[in-house]
């Protein structure tokens, strides 16, 4: 399968675009609940540490055949950056994640901005994705449903995978 390049995605309320450092100061009030951490391991990341995380995304993976798209997620209502979804996608094969701020949850972005992306993927030739979801985010286990995942018996650092076949 060829490489993948993130381009915008537009679904009814959001637009995903590219993730860029320009958006690292924004990025950081969005993702600076210590509470979104609880699942995904970590700490909230400064605007300058988000900066030279984007720097580094943006410049790709460096292995060849391995595409790294990443999108900042604007509610397009009001004009804001509400979270992010990203997709490694190698040998055919996406794996998938996102993550919402505390601020917005509970409003269906999260899912949107999944379905948008798994559709996307599928666009560009993607045959299946896949995402890992900690047991007890019931939460994400709902947008991975939603996105068209079902859960597998397969684990992977504690986490369940989650997977679609498009193709």
Same mark, same amino acid.
Request: proline content about 2%.
């Given at each position: 399968m060829r490489g993948v390049e993130a381009g915008v995605?537009?679904? !009814? !309320?959001?637009?995903?675009v590219p993730l860029a450092a320009q958006y690292?100061?924004?990025?950081?009030?969005?993702?600076?609940?210590?509470?979104l951490h609880a699942f995904i391991g970590g700490a909230p990341r400064t605007a300058q540490?988000? !900066?030279?995380?984007?720097?580094r995304l943006a410049a790709g993976s460096g292995e060849p055949g391995v595409s790294w798209c990443?999108?900042?997620?604007?509610?397009?209502?009001?004009?804001?950056?509400?979270g992010?979804?990203?997709?490694?996608?190698?040998g055919g094969q996406a794996e998938i994640a996102w993550v919402v701020g505390r601020p917005w949850?509970?409003?269906?972005?999260?899912?949107?901005?999944?379905?948008g992306l798994v559709g996307w993927l599928g666009e560009?030739?993607?045959?299946?994705?896949?995402?890992?979801?900690h047991?007890?985010?019931?939460?994400?286990?709902?947008?991975?449903?939603?996105?068209?995942?079902?859960?597998?018996?397969?684990?992977?650092?504690?986490?369940m995978r989650w997977r679609l076949i498009i193709r």
């Open positions: 995605i537009a679904t !009814r !309320r959001l637009t995903l690292a100061e924004e990025m950081a009030e969005v993702l600076g609940d210590p509470d540490e988000l !900066r030279a995380r984007y720097e990443n999108w900042v997620v604007r509610l397009n209502s009001a004009d804001r950056l509400t992010t979804v990203q997709a490694t996608v190698a949850q509970g409003r269906g972005i999260a899912t949107e901005a999944a379905r560009q030739g993607v045959a299946a994705v896949v995402a890992h979801v047991p007890d985010h019931r939460a994400s286990a709902a947008v991975a449903a939603a996105a068209g995942l079902t859960a597998t018996d397969e684990w992977h650092d504690g986490e």
